[in-house]
């Protein structure tokens, strides 16, 4: 799920690019462990940006259109390029695996429930 120009433009200017991880919120479903690359874009020349977020769970259905909510809670490594289809393939699974261990200990499980994911309705944080 890739985030929009709009609120990439909203991220704060100095996170890192690389791959994090944290929480993910499809409209008004389940929370849902998550991987998220913030990178330059090569298709505008590096000069901006782009959130693209891996939701670690199969969906039924697209969900085009819909709110996706996030909670970042901890960094996996810094961006870089690979010399193969199959060195990034190798470099995602592995980051997902990081994702799934970080995102069961205590500290981060806990931010899962927070309130940030369940806002009424209408209410949007940073777009």
């Known amino acids: 799920?890739?985030?929009?120009?709009?609120?990439?433009?909203?991220?704060?200017?100095?996170?890192?690019t690389g791959i994090y991880y944290g929480w993910a919120c499809v409209g008004n479903g389940d929370v849902?462990?998550?991987?998220l690359?913030?990178?330059?874009?090569?298709?505008?020349?590096?000069?901006?940006?782009?959130?693209?977020t891996h939701i670690?769970?199969?969906f039924k259905e697209d969900f085009y259109g819909e709110i996706l909510s996030i909670v970042i809670t901890g960094y996996?490594?810094?961006?870089?390029?690979?010399?193969s289809l199959d060195a990034l393939i190798s470099a995602i699974q592995e980051d997902i695996e990081e994702a799934?261990?970080?995102?069961?200990l205590p500290e981060h499980?806990?931010?899962?429930?927070?309130?940030?994911f369940h806002l009424p309705e209408g209410k949007i944080v940073n777009n």
């Open 109 to 116: 499980l806990k931010l899962k429930e927070d309130n940030f």
């Open 76 to 83: 996996i490594r810094p961006e870089k390029n690979f010399d």
């Open 32 to 35: 849902h462990k998550m991987v």
């Open 1 to 16: 799920a890739n985030f929009s120009e709009q609120v990439v433009e909203s991220f704060p200017s100095d996170i890192p």
């Open 56 to 58: 670690i769970h199969t």
């Open 37 to 52: 690359s913030i990178g330059w874009n090569p298709f505008y020349k590096n000069i901006k940006k782009s959130v693209e």
């Open 100 to 104: 799934k261990r970080q995102l069961d």
